[in-house]
């Protein structure tokens, strides 16, 4: 029904830049919210940053300054620009969309595949 697809990770030396884009398709209403998650191994999923409709972003303290979060309302993508990377951005970067699919009534959490991110030297 509806899909969130990650792309643009990989692997990068520490400083380096890495922009990640993340497409919602599929029978799609409406979308509230999107953000980026990240999952290192052994770890909880955190909230990197988040984007609402109208613009208004939010990010964690520890990307803050760093990271940008974009989107394009009209393609239903949202961008994550990430850049002076470190070590501890290593993560599996997972895209999430609150929204309403046609025929819902109501906006539910969609999660996408996630995208690798490694910061080596």
């Given amino acids: 029904?509806?899909?969130?697809?990650?792309?643009?990770?990989?692997l990068v030396q520490p400083g380096g830049s890495l922009r990640l884009s993340c497409a919602a398709s599929g029978s799609i209403f409406?979308?509230?919210?999107?953000?980026?998650?990240?999952?290192?191994?052994?770890?909880q999923r955190e909230l990197v940053a988040g984007i609402i409709s109208v613009g208004t972003t939010n990010y964690a303290d520890s990307v803050k300054g760093r990271f940008?979060?974009?989107?394009?309302?009209a393609k239903n993508t949202v961008y994550l620009q990430m850049n002076s990377l470190k070590p501890e951005?290593?993560?599996v970067y997972y895209c999430n969309?609150?929204?309403k699919v046609r025929g819902s009534t109501r906006y539910e959490g969609?999660?996408?595949?996630?995208t690798q991110v490694?910061?080596?030297?």
């Fill in 110 to 114: 969609y999660w996408g595949q996630g």
């Fill in 68 to 73: 940008t979060i974009s989107r394009d309302n």
């Fill in 30 to 43: 409406s979308i509230n919210a999107m953000g980026w998650y990240r999952q290192a191994p052994g770890k």
């Fill in 89 to 91: 951005d290593t993560a």
């Fill in 118 to 121: 490694t910061v080596s030297s």
């Fill in 1 to 10: 029904q509806v899909q969130l697809v990650e792309s643009g990770g990989g």
């Fill in 97 to 99: 969309a609150n929204l």
